[in-house]
C-alpha cells in the first residue's frame, strides 16, 4: 500500500465491549449421576503401582470389576506408565490422590497434577488404548478400593473423572469471563527477592523498575537462554 492510497489494513486495536469473553474458558467438575448406565463384560485387571492402597481391597469389592484393563496407581512412574502403554493390549486407567479440589477446602497434591498432563496427552496418542484419569481424595485409604471398583464395573463415557464422597465429577470446559488486571494489586514486600525470567528485554526491563519504585529488593534478571 502506498502512502498517497490512504487505505488501511491495519487491525484496530480497539475491541469491543466483552469480545474477549468467548477467548477463555477454565476448567469446572460438574456433579453426575451415581449410576453407571452400563456396564462392561467380566474380565480380568491389572494392578500397577498402587503401595497396596487399593488392590486388595479392588479385587475383593462386592461390585465385579468388568472389562479388561490397567490400573495404575501414583506408585508408577510417569515414564513406565508410557512405557506399559505402547505394549498394553488393555485401556490402562490413571488413579491419583488429590490432583483436584472440586470443594473449598480439600487438600491438593501438587505433583499429581503431572500424571493428569501426562494421561491427557497418552490419550491423544493412543486412545484406542485409553481408559481414563481417575482422581481420589487426597487421604483415601484402602478402602476407596471398593468405591473405584463400582466405577470400573460401568462406563460412563467418562475418561477424566473425580470420585469424592459425595459422589462423582466429571470434567468440563466453561467460559470465562476475564476482568481487568490490576496490577497495583498485587502486594510488593521488601523483604523477598523477585526473580525476573526472560528479563533482557524490554518487557523485563519495565517489570524490574516497577520492582524497586514498589520497593521490591532485590531483584534479579535472568535472560531466556
Known sequence: V????????????????GADDDLFYELQWRAMEPVWPEAKAVGSWRIAGDHGLFGERLGSAGAPLRGTGVVAGEGMPPYAVAEALKTAV???????????????????????????????????????????????????????????AEYLAGDDGEDQVVLRDGGRFAARLAK???????????????DATYLITGGSGGLGKRMADWLEEKGGRPVLVGSRG
Open 90 to 148: 488393555a485401556p490402562i486407567y490413571l488413579v491419583t490422590r488429590g490432583a483436584y479440589s472440586v470443594r473449598g477446602g480439600e487438600t491438593v497434591i501438587p505433583e499429581q497434577r503431572m500424571f493428569w498432563g501426562l494421561g491427557r496427552s497418552l490419550s491423544l496418542e493412543r486412545p484406542e488404548l485409553w481408559g481414563g484419569l481417575i482422581d481420589l481424595p487426597a487421604d483415601a485409604g484402602a478402602d476407596w478400593g471398593e468405591r473405584l
Open 2 to 17: 502506498y502512502p498517497f492510497q490512504k487505505t488501511r489494513f491495519w487491525f484496530e486495536d480497539r475491541p469491543r465491549a
Open 176 to 190: 470465562k469471563k476475564m476482568g481487568t488486571a490490576k496490577i497495583d494489586g498485587i502486594p510488593v514486600v521488601s
